[in-house]
């Protein structure tokens, strides 16, 4: 029997399968990689699991906990892989998917050329049943029975499996959809069915609908997955807590996340953000920009505090899905970013991607266009190869496609690489600004932290860029996201719509739905093992402006809910909107204060992992890092030298130009900057004249 405990976290991307294990006792971590495998990922999962436990030399036994971030129900949704769905709701309501909304993307000047995506259900496959609750949930209409189980047997007989249920104002009263799911489930027993008030019970009903549907659409697919790995988890380490990441920034058991599956969206994303405010928060900063940069996109996010900004106004793919999700803004520009020449004769970088396979032109499998990798390897800026050696790069083969791409717009092969990734930078910078400037924040009060495989590679010009006043990079970056998953609390959200103008608020009719709320979520937590003393509850509230659209999330007071508590939340979302807008009508009476979302979160903590410090270097310097030296091109090709960053120690300090390699990235560090290691191992790039 071993007396060794670890936490295991896992993260599937669409390459690799990163994998973290924590040592409980020491809080000395064990990484490693080993490839995703698409058509079946729970293969990918488990050998893993057993990689990892090999190379601590532990069996499935000393495994206290498994945590996974998954992109399962992400990419069923991005590539429309869905299968048919049937679609119930009110009488009179059969068009609410096509009405949608008229708001367009990217505003009205692109009303000419946007086209509404297909809708997740055909018309033919949409049912209307009788029956009508007011906004209050007062019953108007009684429910007919009939003309549910006239639905039912529908989509029974046509073969449909999967229904989502969504009834007007059924966020203010269940009723109707639960006699729905009960017909549902004796005329039609194996359909898997969502309704809305058990999806996201909040008001409007088009984003309910939608919401609904996508968890109806995953539920299935996500359901198999994770049962799947839940079983195959037991026959190495039996009845192991097994944690799913979700995209609120919390995890959630495997057994309750079946019944939840469009929670999962963006976790991978979420766990990285997270991973990052960890580190970030040890090395001392409180206020990051995270960068996670892979081969097909760029996730950047911010956070402060230690809390990533959440949002529900995210997308995934071409659907609205209103659940509570970490504030990711994702933008194409990876590694593997295809650079194309536009119609007008002007240069373009990506979206598209060569992916993995066949990949960058400097790949073994030789892709057909250059990419942001090919740019790098020709002007030095990566090694010619990739994960130490395993993947070998042909800088011949890359210089040869941008040459090609450089003669059609009458520019040397340097300055089309150059300028390649000049515009990749500026279309992360872009990302960056959409969630700082956009949001209120001043960017230059922010570290940016860069991790990922391809994260750092650009660091140094989003400093310029940006005028960031450093930038953190972890030790292994590629693993931030797997160490991410290791760092989450479980979290379940609540939520209940309750439109009321602030004047005429009742505090114990506030204080009375809070504690319903908080009641669900104790519940919860109940199940997930943890006791009522141990579980934390996050209250929040979405107040706006009478006649506004949209609303400013706010916190609301713990404790007793009196006339006074309400009025702090109001002066809160007044300097929240002020904060957000540029002005707010705090001092006009005129203007009436509306609450419209009561929200409460339940928290079950889980011991986050330490990271230890080092002593800094006490002999030799930082010259013993140097491997060797190659030509780089910034401005000019300059002979740069090339450091190990395992054999950089805490206190060691890099003048570029520099190359920092490791195992599965490389940072730059540009003429000008600096890379400083600190006692966590992190490199701090800043610039040289603020040293």
């Known amino acids: 029997m071993t007396s060794r405990r670890v936490r295991i976290g896992i993260d599937t991307g669409g390459t690799f399968t990163d994998v973290v294990a924590v040592d409980e006792e020491s809080g000395a971590t064990t990484t490693t990689k080993t490839p995703s495998t698409p058509g079946n990922p729970a293969d990918g999962f488990l050998a893993g699991v057993q990689k990892v436990l090999d190379l601590m030399g532990l069996t499935g036994e000393a495994v206290t906990a498994v945590s996974h971030g998954t992109t399962v129900a992400t990419n069923q ?14 009488e009179g309501y059969a068009s609410v998917l096509e009405i949608a909304r008229q708001s367009v993307p990217d505003g009205y000047g692109n009303s ?92 409007r009903e088009y984003e309910r609908s939608v919401t609904t549907l996508v968890d109806a659409a995953v539920k299935p697919k996500v359901g198999a997955y994770v049962t799947n790995i839940r079983a195959r988890l037991d026959e190495l380490a039996p009845e192991v807590p097994f944690y799913v990441m979700k995209s609120n920034g919390g995890v959630l058991s495997a057994e309750e996340v079946v019944h939840q599956p469009i929670t999962t969206m963006l976790s991978g994303p979420a766990a990285g953000a997270l991973g990052a405010a960890l580190i970030a928060g040890t090395a001392g900063f409180d206020r990051i920009l995270t960068c996670d940069g892979g081969g097909t996109s760029t996730d950047v996010t911010v956070v402060i505090d230690g809390e990533p900004a959440l949002t529900t106004e995210g997308t995934v793919g071409a659907y609205p899905s209103k659940i509570p999700m970490i504030d990711v803004v994702t933008v194409g520009a990876g590694g593997g970013s295809i650079a194309w020449l536009a119609p007008e004769g002007t240069l373009k970088v990506g979206p598209k991607s060569a992916g993995a396979d066949p990949g960058p032109m400097c790949y073994p499998s030789r892709g057909p ?90 660091a140094c010009r989003l400093m310029d860029i940006l005028g960031l006043p450093r930038t953190l990079v972890p030790p292994n970056p590629g693993n931030v996201s797997a160490f991410g998953l290791l760092t989450v609390d479980v979290r379940n959200d609540y939520v209940q719509t309750m439109i009321t103008k602030h004047a005429a608020l009742d505090a114990g009719v506030v204080a009375a739905a809070y504690g319903d709320l908080e009641a669900q979520a104790a519940t919860a937590l109940d199940g997930e093992g943890f006791a009522r003393d141990e579980q934390r509850m996050q209250r929040t509230a979405d107040l706006r402006y009478v006649g506004q659209a949209f609303e400013v999330r706010v916190p609301v007071p713990d404790g007793d809910l009196d006339d006074a508590a309400l009025a702090t939340v109001a002066e809160a979302f007044h300097a929240a909107h ?37 002593p800094d270097r006490t002999e030799g310097s930082v010259a013993d890092a140097v491997s060797g030296s190659r030509r780089v091109f910034f401005d000019e090709w300059v002979d740069t030298p090339t450091y190990t960053r395992t054999d950089l120690q805490p206190g060691d300090v890099v003048v570029g130009p520099a190359i920092v390699e490791e195992f599965g990235s490389t940072v730059p560090v540009h003429p000008g900057f600096v890379a400083t290691v600190d006692s966590y191992s992190n490199l701090l790039l800043t610039k040289e004249t603020a040293r």
């Open 77 to 90: 949704l991005l590539e429309g892989k869905l299968d048919r769905i049937g679609f119930i709701t009110t």
């Open 369 to 458: 266009e250059p990419t942001v990798t090919d740019a790098h390897v020709v002007l030095g800026r990566i090694p010619p190869h990739l994960l130490g050696g395993e993947i070998p790069l042909s800088v011949e083969a890359a210089t040869g496609g941008l040459e090609t791409l450089g003669g059609k717009l009458g520019l040397a092969m340097e300055k089309t690489a150059t300028g390649i990734l000049e515009i990749s930078a500026w279309n992360q910078a872009n990302a960056l600004r959409q969630v700082t400037v956009a949001r209120g924040l001043d960017v230059r009060d922010f570290t940016l932290t860069t991790f990922g495989g391809s994260g750092s590679l650009l």
């Open 578 to 614: 002020r904060q957000l807008y540029g002005y707010d009508f705090a001092a006009d009476p005129r203007q009436a204060v509306e609450w419209v979302n009561l929200r409460v979160s339940g928290i079950g903590p889980i011991r986050r992992p330490d990271l230890v410090a080092r």
């Open 112 to 203: 000419y050329f946007w086209v509404k995506p297909p809708r997740i259900v055909p018309a033919d496959l949409v049912k209307t049943v009788g029956g009508r609750l007011d906004h209050t949930g007062a019953e108007v209409r009684p429910f007919d029975r009939e003309q549910a189980v006239a639905a039912a047997t529908f989509f029974k007989d046509a073969g449909i499996t999967t229904v989502g249920v969504c009834f007007l104002h059924a966020y203010s009263n269940d009723a109707h959809e639960q006699a729905m799911l009960e017909v549902l489930r004796e005329v039609h027993p194996e359909c898997v069915v969502s309704i809305s008030s058990g999806v996201l019970r909040e008001y």
